[in-house]
């Protein structure tokens, strides 16, 4: 160890909670714990809101909900004996009479609460809604932990330039930084978290910690990544991707001169400062030598799988399923669903249907039972010959004398969306929609028919994506997973004879370009043909996205992967006029 350094050994306990499961978020913190301190750690962090689980949205309203938040973060505290836990609980404070909601960092020792911080930026845009539930805090806050000043943060206080982090660096002299956070996963998102950590690291020559939750919860997805950043840029320590982890380390510092104090402002935001100390921790006098593990980035359609499969198996079985049931038709879309579900959930709970019509080829039929049988899954074959002919043959005589193409193409869909159902009611196994991203966009799927389902997987992967991940999870496989037919076979519906998607659509490559301009990047049409879109190819899908609004409104919630998803990141109005320049 350098001259006129210090060191402490903290642990981050990377965690998956669940919202609302006090008791399986408390099993988790207190089992980390335990392995923190054989480890001879003298502080464990956890991340923002693992008391609760995080988003807990609208259940903040809930007076009882806030009081079960309290109760677990008692006990949590009695976890606490000889080493200090930094835990995210939601907070009711009364002053005055004012009841006040924040989303605190806790400091637990000794079997009580010594600490607490008050998240100051509350993030409100994205998947965000903070100022909704909770009131901002203004006090930064170093806590005296054994030889450390321990610096406090949560989550979005560290994105936000000259904020809580500078200022308790250099008012309050802090030598680590810890920042709790629960940052959903988006692409490319963990790179740019570590640059920020090291940013901010380097700016305030404080010792960085950041832990992130992980798990999916809902349409989100956490990656955790949690990390260690030195002063010097050097990363120390990070933990596994879509896996709970425990970090270890002996975290280096060098303590802070006391400096004048300055009036220091941080985003416009004038802050109190507080300094606590805490008792000593009694800990080994002599610590063994341990090396931090250094978890290597994933490349990113590992890193893209992962998240699809974490997602899929969070939702299926935090929400009580065992099984889930998909439609499997032969195609790119329904065959990636099903791969993904089995590495999710296991063959042995994942359960396919595939459901021929007068236009189903026999090729995909075949390829249907292969790619089961490869898989190892359940498939059943249902038909839709003669309850298709039936519908056509008792269809109302207002709707003759002819359907229409599409009402044809319609009635099919929906009759399989119907038995899908039929499974899922009959054995309660969960229904996954096998849409992807590009066709949710331009409204090219059926209201009720191949958009059934409890959960989208693909919901926000673009179709050029979906090519890509079944190439990568084949080449993983030894090329012999997803049959070669499939992926090399022209995207179709099969809903009529010769049917084949470019007929409808561009090609996927320029289609999905389209997309990442207008939704992730938010240009307008006149920007997005100057980017060298064809006009008239531009004009027809920005409509297409415009008027099927109302579609993907009503479809199934599925996972975030991109840096702005349907859903909570995009929320435009169905009823609206504003197409001219759109």
Not at 290 to 299: Q, S
Request: proline share 4%; glycine share 8%.
């Amino acid at each position: 160890m350098k001259t006129n350094t210090h060191k402490i050994r903290i642990a981050l306990g990377q965690i998956n909670p669940t919202v609302g499961d006090f008791s399986g978020n408390l099993k988790k913190i207190k089992e980390m714990t335990m392995e923190a301190r054989k480890s001879g750690a003298a502080i464990i962090v956890f991340p923002e809101l693992s008391i609760s689980g995080s988003p807990p949205e609208d259940l903040l309203f809930k007076r009882l909900f806030i009081q079960e938040c309290k109760a677990a973060l008692h006990k949590a505290a009695s976890y606490s004996n000889d080493i200090a836990i930094i835990v995210g609980s939601p907070e009711l404070a009364d002053s005055r009479g004012d009841k006040k909601l924040y989303n605190s960092a806790y400091i637990l020792l000794n079997g009580k609460i010594t600490g607490r911080y008050r998240k100051i930026h509350l993030p409100n845009y994205g998947v965000f809604d903070e100022k909704r539930y909770f009131s901002q805090g203004n006090t930064a806050l170093v806590a005296r932990i054994k030889n450390a000043n321990i610096g406090l943060t949560i989550c979005e206080d560290i994105w936000v330039d000259n904020g809580p982090a500078v200022t308790e660096s250099k008012e309050l002299l802090a030598d680590i930084i810890v920042n709790l956070s629960a940052s959903p996963y988006h692409q490319n998102k963990c790179l740019e978290r570590e640059k920020l950590m090291v940013k901010r690291a380097s700016e305030t020559g404080a010792v960085i910690c950041y832990v992130n939750i992980v798990g999916g919860q809902d349409e989100l997805v956490f990656d955790g990544t949690s990390l260690i950043a030195n002063p010097d840029g050097k990363i120390i320590a990070r933990a596994n991707s879509f896996e709970e982890d425990l970090v270890v380390a002996d975290v280096e510092f060098a303590p802070k001169k006391k400096k004048s104090r300055t009036s220091d402002t941080t985003s416009g935001t004038k802050l109190a400062l507080e300094t606590i100390k805490l008792p000593k921790i009694s800990t080994a006098k002599t610590l063994n030598k341990i090396k931090p593990h250094i978890a290597k980035y994933l490349e990113p359609d590992n890193e893209l799988y992962k998240a699809l499969v974490t997602g899929t198996r969070d939702y299926t079985l935090k929400n009580g399923f065992k099984k889930v049931v998909l439609g499997l038709s032969g195609g790119m879309d329904s065959t990636l669903t099903a791969v993904i579900a089995v590495d999710a959930l296991g063959k042995e709970n994942v359960v396919c249907v595939t459901m021929p019509s007068v236009f189903t080829s026999e090729e995909t039929l075949r390829d249907s039972h292969l790619l089961a049988e490869t898989l190892g899954v359940k498939i059943f074959e249902v038909s839709i010959k003669p309850i298709y002919k039936s519908y056509i043959d008792n269809m109302p005589k207002i709707l003759e004398p002819k359907l229409t193409t599409v009402t044809e193409e319609n009635i099919q869909s929906r009759i399989r969306g119907n038995i899908l159902m039929a499974f899922s009611n009959k054995y309660g196994w969960l229904v996954l929609a096998t849409g992807n991203k590009s066709e949710l966009a331009v409204g090219y799927c059926t209201l009720y028919g191949d958009m059934v389902g409890g959960f989208a997987v693909l919901k926000d992967v673009p179709k050029t994506r979906v090519y890509s991940l079944s190439r990568y999870k084949n080449g993983i496989s030894g090329g012999h997973l997803i049959p070669q037919s499939i992926i090399h076979r022209k995207p179709s519906a099969e809903l009529h004879p010769g049917q084949l998607d470019q007929d409808s659509l561009p090609p996927y490559a320029v289609l999905d370009r389209i997309i990442e301009l207008y939704i992730e990047e938010d240009l307008g049409l006149e920007e997005i043909i100057k980017k060298g879109l064809d006009p008239k190819t531009a004009k027809a899908m920005v409509r297409k996205i415009d008027i099927n609004e109302f579609k993907r409104r009503q479809g199934a919630q599925g996972i975030k992967i991109t840096p702005r998803a349907f859903g909570k990141d995009r929320r435009f109005p169905i009823t609206n006029m504003y197409k001219k320049k759109s």
